[in-house]
């Protein structure tokens, strides 16, 4: 991911290599000037703790190539600011008086896959590429981190409840966790359902606080996570005729890739819902819209939740230039979508709430602030993401007895930094 929010939608932070930009919202109203911030990850901090050789030594070798921030965060009140980079090291900012100060850094044993402030600002919560979740202390910078949970696959995923009560993780197997926090040893329950690789879950309010879930297999959906455990919605991506034909895709047969070799013969999903596979979702809170992004397809998919029947409507398909990398709605409702095609591109699009749809907003109207992020991106074309999915997806193998070595074999890929 390239983009990151808060749940409040005021501040959000771009990034690209080492650099950060963040963007308060509600400062751009008022002035433009102070509201785009600037930050470099530095690696190398002499914060980080002593480690042993061979970690220091994975750290030392991993210093002589480019520093990548993986995944980043900010806390809902705005004030801090926390990223992991490629030298396994995980960075603390503070606003304080106008300025982001660095408040240290810590050492992780392997490189970060997603974290997460809580609600209360109190705590970051991390996971790393072996499938396990530690939390961190923002107070206590200086202190390690403290083991939460574990689990046997790649953990695609985090979210933290409302009140901080519920921690949801979600993996490449499929599976959903929620656990309590921060007493995570016990599991409150486990949704399951997907076919395929969740690849995103998030915690929205209806009123009654409900997950929203992404997954490889082509559906999004909608889970009732407190017994009795539930799903309330599923949406079947690939099955919609007017999305199918937004995408080129025939609705009735199965679906023939430009790219031969995208995908292999083997895989338990058709061709046809491969080609919607999810990346993530998006929820604008303000009019209750889904923007859906895809690994394959070149746009974003816009739904509307409906509250009182539990239902997703189709609305809108966005065409774009090239599939999207990142999206993130503002706090009025406002849609920016990170695309990569031959230079990183930002698309700037408004909602007409008398239309229900999304129009591209014109040059003149685009806030200083804003097009400061679109400059950001300029002629970039270094951006972090995910996309090598295919290996996500699983795979048939032949019953030759070699299954047990082939299942061994991809859970030691899995654990690998």
């Known amino acids: 991911m390239a ?22 919202s509600l400062i751009s109203k008022e002035n433009s000037e102070k509201c785009i911030h600037k930050i470099k990850c530095e690696s190398g901090c002499e914060e980080i703790p002593k480690r042993s050789k061979e970690v220091s030594a994975k750290s030392k070798e991993s210093k002589s190539k480019q520093n990548n921030i993986t995944s980043a965060s900010v806390s809902n009140c705005g004030k801090f600011l926390c990223a992991c980079d490629s030298n396994n090291s995980l960075h603390l900012w503070e606003y304080e008086k106008g300025i982001w100060k660095t408040l240290g850094a810590r050492s992780l044993v392997r490189k970060c896959q997603k974290l997460i402030f809580t609600n209360s600002c109190s705590n970051i919560i991390l996971a790393d590429r072996s499938g396990d979740v530690f939390d961190y202390s923002v107070l206590k910078n200086n202190e390690p981190g403290r083991f939460l949970l574990g689990h046997i696959s790649l953990i695609l995923d985090i979210a933290v409840s409302n009140d901080d009560k519920y921690l949801a993780t979600c993996d490449r197997d499929g599976k959903i966790k929620i656990s309590c926090y921060p007493n995570s040893y016990n599991i409150l329950n486990y949704c ?77 999903l058709s061709e046809k819902q491969i080609l919607f596979s999810v990346r993530c979702v998006k929820y604008c809170n303000k009019y209750d819209l889904l923007a859906i992004l895809f690994h394959v397809q070149s746009g974003v998919a816009i739904y509307q939740l409906d509250r009182t029947e539990n239902d997703f409507k189709f609305k809108q398909f966005i065409t774009l230039d090239a599939p999207p990398l990142d999206a993130a709605f503002l706090n009025d409702g406002q849609l920016l979508i990170l695309i990569k095609h031959e230079t990183a591109s930002l698309k700037h699009l408004d909602y007409n709430v008398a239309e229900q749809k999304f129009t591209a907003v014109v040059d003149k109207s685009i806030s200083p602030g804003v097009k400061d992020i679109h400059l950001f991106y300029e002629k970039y074309q270094g951006l972090m993401f995910q996309e090598d999915f ?26 690998t930094d």
């Open 390 to 415: 295919v290996s996500l997806f699983k795979r048939v193998y032949e019953s030759n007895g070699n299954n047990d070595e082939c299942h061994d074999e991809q859970n030691k890929k899995n654990k």
């Open 192 to 268: 399951l359902g997907h076919q395929e690789f969740v690849s995103s879950i998030q915690f929205i309010s209806l009123p009654e606080e409900k997950i929203l879930s992404t997954s490889g297999d082509g559906t999004i959906r909608l889970w009732q996570y407190e017994k009795p455990i539930s799903e309330l919605k599923c949406v079947t991506l690939y099955e919609n005729d007017a999305l199918c034909k937004c995408c080129n895709v025939d609705c009735n047969n199965e679906a023939k890739s430009e790219s031969g070799n995208l995908f292999s013969e083997n895989m338990v």
């Open 3 to 24: 983009i990151f929010t808060n749940k409040n939608s005021n501040v959000l932070i771009f990034v690209k290599s080492d650099e950060v930009l963040i963007y308060d």
